[in-house]
């Protein structure tokens, strides 16, 4: 069984109808994906989103970021760097339907543009004054919200590692990580002049291999150190602590992700991580937004979408390769979350352009 397409906006374009589409045939279409965000959805965010508190990034920072990632960026895509977990992102014009993709636990932090995030019914929004961070695996869509060719979307993106996160979480917080009663593994935080700086330096030392290879980790840390030490940070430090929800539920993300494909029960799932079945699935919705059946789902019809654009696989052949024993229930579950039958919604990206390389 191959493995799943994972990795930080390694995703692919859908067809997926425009958000702005407020008709009741959309809405309905959406409370039946299950998976996928409706109009009616609550943003995560309120009026205070737009509020730039007083260690917000300033003008110069975001311009000086923004034209280094620009220089690592020729052209609209995701591309990795010199060091291993870090990525830039460009977009130059907004997007009218979601990009879905599966994202292990990274920052996302962004110089220009702005950008929506939606899983299940969730719905966040991040720009240049705010950073968001994944805890766990999630498979997400997204839509660029602000981008021009003049001033493209332009972001960067850092893995996070869960054990070095824990690690450093004991040098920020000495006395125990503070507790938080928000157990979402999506969330949104402001970002500092101290981060942008430190993301730019760390842009600074990939001109220069030997630099980014002995420098590059120090500056990563930095980065982590800087993220856990702003008001989310408590939140960011569950990430890697063993006795943590979000923690016990990416042991159970990572169980799925190995038996996805396999005809598996909550009951199993919970049992992979040492939880009553009811437990297991309150704290699992709590984190990713999913259950735990809806989490599995997902994850299948994406790896069948990547099955039958990379590896040209048709649509019978990855029906069964992700687990699926109905071809019909396949078709139909793919059609209401990613808007279009499997044949019909892969020809129709391969013809706006659909480019391998850019994911």
Request: aromatic fraction near 6%; charge should be positive; include cysteine.
């Amino acid at each position: 069984m191959s493995r799943l397409y994972d990795g930080p906006m390694r995703s692919t374009t859908s067809g997926m109808r425009e958000r702005k589409n407020g008709s009741r045939r959309s809405r309905d279409r959406d409370s039946r994906r299950g998976a996928e965000p409706s109009r009616s959805a609550t943003p995560l965010v309120g009026p205070a989103f737009r509020e730039h508190g007083p260690d917000a990034p300033g003008p110069l920072a975001l311009r000086r970021l923004a034209n280094l990632l620009a220089r690592y960026t020729p052209h609209d895509g995701a591309f990795p760097l010199r060091l291993p977990g870090t990525h830039v992102v460009r977009r130059s014009h907004m997007t009218t339907a979601a990009t879905y993709s599966t994202i292990r636990p990274a920052l996302c932090i962004v110089a220009q543009g702005a950008k929506v995030v939606m899983v299940g019914r969730e719905v966040l929004e991040y720009d240049p004054a705010h950073v968001l961070v994944l805890a766990v695996d999630l498979p997400v869509s997204s839509q660029v919200t602000r981008a021009s060719r003049k001033d493209p979307y332009l972001g960067f993106i850092l893995d996070l590692d869960p054990a070095r996160v824990a690690e450093l979480a004991t040098r920020v917080y000495p006395r125990g990580v503070p507790k938080t009663s928000d157990p979402r593994g999506l969330y949104v935080g402001k970002s500092t002049e101290g981060i942008i700086d430190a993301v730019t330096r760390l842009l600074d030392l990939m001109a220069h291999p030997e630099d980014a290879a002995m420098l590059g980790p120090l500056v990563v840390d930095e980065i982590v150190i800087r993220l856990l030490r702003t008001d989310i940070g408590p939140r960011v430090a569950q990430i890697g602590q063993p006795t943590s929800g979000v923690q016990r539920v990416a042991e159970a993300v990572s169980w799925i992700r190995t038996h996805f494909a396999q005809p598996i029960t909550v009951q199993e799932m919970a049992a992979a991580v040492h939880m009553s079945a009811s437990s297991f699935h309150e704290r699992f919705k709590a984190v990713t937004s999913l259950s735990p059946l809806q989490y599995q789902k997902v994850l299948r019809l994406h790896e069948a979408r990547r099955l039958m654009l990379f590896q040209r696989m048709d649509a019978s052949d990855a029906c069964h390769r992700v687990g699926y024993l109905s071809p019909s229930q396949f078709s139909r579950e793919y059609a209401r979350f990613f808007g279009n039958a499997p044949t019909r919604d892969i020809a129709r990206v391969r013809e706006q352009g659909f480019l391998p390389q850019e994911q």
